[in-house]
């Protein structure tokens, strides 16, 4: 909850920061461009009123300045409230004044008077008897385009001001004002987001060994918490499906560990029943061993699975050449087959090379070998060939033995799976043989092809790539 409460909060004040700044940004903005065209409506009024001054000064008659108010009112139609207007001279000595100026005079600065006697217009803030005025230095021009006087109009910037401290005033509170219902907004929306977060939080926590089939529901939205219930679950699934078979696995190996112990058990309980003669404990010893020897190879086997599940199996990978090993597999096979009078038969094309760990690679050919001389009949014949094909190392295993019904050829491989267990047995075999070539073949990015015919023998084929001398 925590790590939840935390997100929202973190999206929450994410949220106002951005729209805060945001706020502020556009705040600023309307607030200097409201500024920028306020100024400008002034000074265009003060500029009108200046052309009306200049226009009204006859050059040849001074007594038109006379009255200013009587001039501006007849020419813009009222008299222009808050405004100051004063004339001066080339050299800046006020001459003509508004009549709302009484005894005082606006200030001429010097850069406004050199600008003026240059000809150009000048516009100024300045506070003068005590409230903001908008100043404009105005320069009339005779007709030869002398300057011959200077209009100064004065606007009080009073009325901006309070327009522009109401605008402040009015940003300033709707900005937190919004920033306050963005917040609850996104409080909100951060809620409805993670509500399902919650929900997979819940359910995930439930999840144990024992409950491994629970499923987190999926959201109705196929979104990206869609695709975090959909990673989850299919996790689910398969720590679920290594679970069974780990599962699967004790238990059939508990079970194949069980019957030996127990033969072995009775046997020993029947030695000891009574005083026995040499030769009998002898053979009872000798089918104990038999039976410890079934053992140990189950113990080996499974240690071998165990060690590859986990990945503790270190392997080496060295140029191995097939042909040899393969060609030594079978000959030291060939007294396996000696009692029941099997018949083995080695083609080998010379020099195919494969990379590889060349125990790992005996242990599968080996184990190959085995099983066609076990499910072979008397006097049967096992055919082993290496070649090469393309890119590929063909091994191939072929007997004419009992062969395999295709329904049961999906599972041979699997672990503990025999089609004859008595059979199996009788032979030494513990189910895991295959198993263990299948997953060597595997780690050799090879593959194990079986074709068999019940009755007409089987044959399977080891395919490995070869190695390439170039890379
Ligand atoms: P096992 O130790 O029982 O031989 P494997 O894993 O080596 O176990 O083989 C699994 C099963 O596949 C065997 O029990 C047997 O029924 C069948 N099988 C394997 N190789 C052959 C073969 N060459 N011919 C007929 N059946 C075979």
Redesign the pocket.
Known sequence: MKFLASIRIRLTVWYMIILGCTLVFFSTLVYYQMKRSLYKSVDHKIMTISEVVASSIAPQSRSVLSNIEERLTKKVGRQPAGKFVQLLDRSGHVGMKSLNLRNKRLPVSYEALKNASEGRITYETKVVFGESLRIITYPVKSRVKKVRNIVQVASSLTDVEDTLRQLIFILASIVPLALIIASIGGIFLANKVLKPVNEINRITQEITSKNLGLRVPRPQMHDELGELVETINGMIERLENSFRQIQQFTSDASHELKTPLTILKGEAELALRKEREPGEYRHYLQSSLEEINRLSRLVQDLLVLSKADTGRLTLQAVPVNLSQLVETCGQQSKFLGEDSEIHLELTTQPEVQVLGDPNRLKQMFY?LIE??I??SNRSGKVMISTTRNGQYAHVAIR?N????ASEDIPF?FDRF????KSR?REAG???????ICKWIAEIHKGRIEVE?VPDAG?C?TVILPLLNENA
Not at 401 to 404: D, E, L, P, T
Not at 417 to 420: A, G, L, P, S
């Open positions: 184990n099983n066609a076990k499910y007997d033995g009992v062969g395999i041979i799976y025999r089609v004859d199996s075999g513990t189910g895991l043989g295959l198993s068999s089987s399977f």
